[in-house]
Structures are given as structure tokens and as C-alpha cells.
């Protein structure tokens, strides 16, 4: 059973800010969220990860509301090389629950000129 | 940067054969994952281990089983491959150390087909 819920596909230009969402109705209190980009070929790769507010390092923003039973991912002034998955991943491995660790379908992003 | 190493990027087997794959980091990180990842399905988790000769039942263990001695080494076997394990495999690593955790460092992956 999927913990979390993000769109399947989303298109964009580049140039224009993407927003993803991903919905976590179920997170717990000890649980990180972590957002994961991947390329066709390729294993996925950190791209942020946040427990609550707004983080933001070089590759992106991740917005988290008061109650964290959503987050967004932020990615500014996108470029074709931005086209990929996107998986938001909610929790902790620390906690060896195997329901934590669970990696939802993905949103694909695909930038256009 | 953490480098995982997966040992083949592509492996072709036949149906009941025994299959290793392997998986080996260079940063001693405690925590060591197999998942596979199949088209419409995403990312599923099979085993994984937070510490020597330890293991865990991810999602979906069934018809594998992992082997790991030494901390930077975690195997994945396929007692007796089938067909509907051909899929891509990704071994993934993290770190228990310090309050935050800093998420998955993901190897290339395996495409394994079974025939």
C-alpha cells in the first residue's frame, strides 16, 4: 500500500517553475521526507529532504505545511535536463519499518523548449 | 561522495538459474537495500540489512535472498530465477550517523533478464 500520493506526469517549459506535490496523509512523527530524481538508466538521486517548514539548497526548494501531510517540491527556472522522474519518499529507515521505505510510481516531468 | 558499485549493469540468465548480485560501497555506511524497479510499478523494496550478517524482508522477498559478511558488501541471490524477475535492480546505501538523515545513495542498477 503506497504511502504517498504524487501526480503522474507533469509537463513544463523551461525556463518556468515546476511545483510537485505529494500528499502523505499517514506521515509520522518521526519521519523525514526526502524527494529523489531519476534519470532513464539510472538509480535514483537525493535531491532535498525536510522534516517541516522550507528547506532550500542549490537544486531546489521543499515547501512543508504546518500539519506535513503534504509537501512541494520546488524547481526553479527548469531546463531540459531537469526531464525525469521525481519520487517523494516519507520516512525513516532508522525505524526498520518496511511500510516507511516504500517508493511511490514517481511523478515524470518532461520540459519542453 | 559515497560511491556504490553495482557489478554488472546488464546480466542475461535462464530460468533456474542460481543468480548473484552484488552490490559494494566505499563510505561505511550501516545500512545497505536491494530494490527492484519495474515500469508502472516504481520502486520496491526486496530486502535490506542495517548491519552485518543482519537482514530484513522488504516488500516483496519472495524467491530472493541476501547474504551480507562484510559491511560494504550486500548480495542479492536469486535461488532459481523466473521470468518475472527480470526487472531493473538498484542496491541503495545510507548512514545512521548524526540526528538527520541524508536518504539513499543509489548504485546504477542491474538489468537483469531472465530467458
Known amino acids: 500500500l503506497a504511502k504517498t500520493t504524487q501526480p503522474i506526469s507533469m509537463d513544463s517549459y523551461e525556463g518556468q517553475e515546476v511545483n510537485i506535490t505529494c500528499s502523505h496523509n499517514?506521515?509520522?512523527?518521526?519521519?523525514?521526507i526526502t524527494w529523489y530524481q531519476q534519470f532513464p538508466s539510472q538509480g535514483p538521486r537525493f535531491i532535498i529532504q525536510?522534516?517541516?517548514t522550507k528547506v532550500t539548497n542549490e537544486v531546489a526548494s521543499l515547501f512543508i505545511p504546518a500539519d506535513r501531510k503534504s509537501s512541494t517540491l520546488s524547481l526553479p527556472r527548469v531546463s531540459l535536463s531537469d526531464t525525469a522522474v521525481y519520487y517523494c519518499?516519507?520516512?525513516?529507515?532508522?525505524?526498520?519499518?518496511?511500510?516507511?521505505?516504500?517508493f511511490g510510481t514517481g511523478t515524470r516531468l518532461q520540459v519542453f523548449p | 561522495d559515497v560511491k556504490v558499485t553495482q557489478s554488472s549493469r546488464y546480466l542475461v540468465k535462464r530460468t533456474g538459474e542460481k543468480v548473484f548480485l552484488e552490490c559494494v560501497q566505499d563510505?561505511?555506511?550501516?545500512?545497505m537495500f536491494w530494490y527492484r524497479q519495474d515500469p508502472g510499478l516504481g520502486l520496491r523494496l526486496i530486502y535490506f540489512?542495517?548491519?552485518?550478517?543482519?537482514?530484513e524482508k522488504g516488500d516483496i522477498p519472495e524467491g530472493y535472498s541476501v547474504s551480507r559478511e562484510k559491511k560494504e558488501r550486500f548480495s542479492l541471490i536469486l535461488e532459481s530465477a523466473s521470468t518475472n524477475q527480470t526487472s531493473m535492480y538498484l542496491c541503495?546505501?545510507?548512514?545512521?550517523?548524526?540526528?538527520?538523515?541524508?536518504?539513499?545513495?543509489f548504485g546504477s542498477g542491474t538489468r537483469l533478464t531472465v530467458v
Open positions: 563510505m561505511d555506511h550501516e545500512n
Open positions: 499517514n506521515i509520522a512523527t518521526n519521519d523525514y
Open positions: 541503495a546505501t545510507d548512514t545512521d550517523r548524526g540526528f538527520v538523515n541524508y536518504g539513499y545513495t
Open positions: 540489512s542495517y548491519d552485518v550478517k543482519m537482514k
Open positions: 519518499l516519507v520516512g525513516d529507515s532508522r525505524s526498520y519499518n518496511t511500510d516507511k521505505l516504500i
Open positions: 525536510g522534516y517541516k
